[in-house]
């Protein structure tokens, strides 16, 4: 299972991320992501580029709570370039934009709303989705399993599992402990974000040090 680590806190990508980046560089991530919130674009590219230069995989996940808003960042994520794009919920108009750039989306399943977002609906609801957005050429989806409010977190992560077959499935939204983490595993997802656990310090409570808080996050997942 990949571990995705994202430039943020609290939904929002940190404002010292070109930094963080830089410090980080010694453990050799290869999942690096940030948010369409939280800096101007032209330093989302800076911070894009950086990522990339490490050899990591770069993602941008979009949290904006308007349609149109939304959209404006998946332009974003075309126009910076990064590898893949995560959330929002129109996948067609989505996937018409990034048509041809050889980026892979991975929308959110189930109702999503607010900022930090909350997730609605049940495993029905998500399997349903999970289904719609493969169809539509989708690379996966961004399941929100444990900002869920109607439902137990891992009903639906086996719920989208079950439905997207082999599709991927990325956890995303406070994975915040190394049981969290083991319990994805033997649902099957595939990937899973961490942000704010780690810039916190609540993922290693006894921990000080960012390197510190990520190196127990690799060591769970192994």
Known sequence: MDFIFMLTR??????????????????????IGFKDIGLPAEVLARLNRSIKAQGAISYLEVVATTPEACLRSVRVGLEIGVDRLLGGTDADAALRILAGSGIDYYPFPGFPHGHPTVLGGGPEDVA??????????????????????????????????????????????SVDQPARIAALAAAGADAFTIGSAVFNGTFSRRKGNLLSQLRDVIAACA
């Open 128 to 173: 349903a989705h999970c289904e719609a957005f493969v169809a539509k050429g989708c690379a996966g989806v961004d399941l929100l399993a444990y900002r869920a409010s109607e439902a137990e977190p891992l009903d639906l992560v086996q719920a989208a599992r079950r439905a997207l077959r082999g599709s991927t499935l990325i956890v995303a939204g």
């Open 10 to 31: 609290d939904d929002q990508t940190v404002e010292d991320a070109l930094d963080v980046v830089d410090a980080i560089r010694p453990l050799g991530l290869r999942h």
